[in-house]
């Protein structure tokens, strides 16, 4: 297929997975673990020979990196500064992928401490949404984005999944009613008005994979039910000439240029979406 500098030339479909997660892991960040593990057809056990280096490289720390003496890495600047609800989450979801592909044990008991901690630390007890990072001192940063309540939701429904224990469905269907009354605003369309999620798309996106898990398992669609609405009217109405997506996707405001990133992840939306229908 190709070569990469310092690895050996990729002559399999399996070889060129084993070498992109090496690359991955190098990168200290789950986000892209999590999509790898996710390709359908393409991940076999056979890439997961040594699984434990991948969390090795991704927890640096240990169990300190998601506990109190040490609040580990900012995922943005690499400095162990604060503990962010954006290493936390996916951390949890990517141990719970680890362990239901290789059974191990430790990356389920991996995921419940880091799902506690960032329950215990980063969820805000009025609406059950998640705040952004707690730093060195103690003091919360209150930003709440889409992103970190879906993995958590996604995170508690895969723990819920793995251990049957019913708090784990109840704190998601918490977050995922918080997170809809907390991030969905009343914007005004041609036919009259309708609900929209921030203008923040991938954000977005990963919100959907957590409701998009809790509606597989409870089948209350009412939480996919708004964002197919907002991905359907934006296809519908709001695309430019080029058929591109702008942030907003009620498409009140316009935008000269539009983002790579927030119209590849439409693509994934679609595609989740798409597995419902």
């Known amino acids: ?9 990729v002559t399999s479909r399996i070889r060129l997975l084993q070498v992109i997660m090496i690359v991955i892991t190098m990168t200290m960040t789950g986000w892209p673990l999590i999509s790898v593990i996710t390709m359908n057809g393409l991940v076999t056990r056979s890439i997961w020979k040594k699984p434990s280096s991948c969390m090795t490289i991704f927890i640096p720390d240990g169990p300190k990196s998601w506990g109190e003496e040490s609040i580990g890495a900012n995922r ?3 400095l162990k500064e604060s503990k962010n609800t954006c290493s936390n989450a996916p951390a949890t979801v990517l141990c719970m992928k680890l362990f239901k592909l290789t059974k191990d044990a430790k990356y389920l008991e991996q995921a419940k401490k880091t799902y506690q901690w960032t329950r215990d630390n980063l969820c805000d007890p009025s609406d059950f949404v998640y705040w952004d990072n ?3 001192q103690g003091k919360v940063d209150p930003a709440k984005y889409t992103y970190n309540s879906g993995q958590m939701i996604q995170a508690g429904v895969l723990l819920y999944q793995a251990t049957g224990e019913k708090r784990y469905l109840k704190e998601a269907q918490q977050t995922a009613e918080g997170a809809c009354r907390f991030f969905l605003k009343v914007q005004p369309i041609a036919t009259g008005e309708m609900k929209f999620f921030p203008g923040t798309p991938w954000f977005n996106v990963i919100l959907f994979r957590g409701l998009k898990a809790l ?17 359907d009217y934006a296809w519908n109405y709001t695309r430019d000439e080029n058929g591109l997506f702008s942030n907003d996707w009620s498409g ?17 939306l679609f595609a989740e979406i798409s597995e419902l229908q």
């Open 1 to 9: 297929i190709g070569t990469l500098p310092g690895f050996p030339i």
């Open 76 to 78: 943005r600047t690499g």
């Open 134 to 136: 707690k730093n060195l």
């Open 252 to 268: 009140n405001r316009k935008e000269q240029f539009k983002s790579l990133l927030e119209n590849a992840c439409m693509i994934e």
């Open 215 to 231: 509606y597989l398992v409870d089948r209350n669609e009412a939480y996919i039910k708004t964002m197919i609405e907002n991905a």
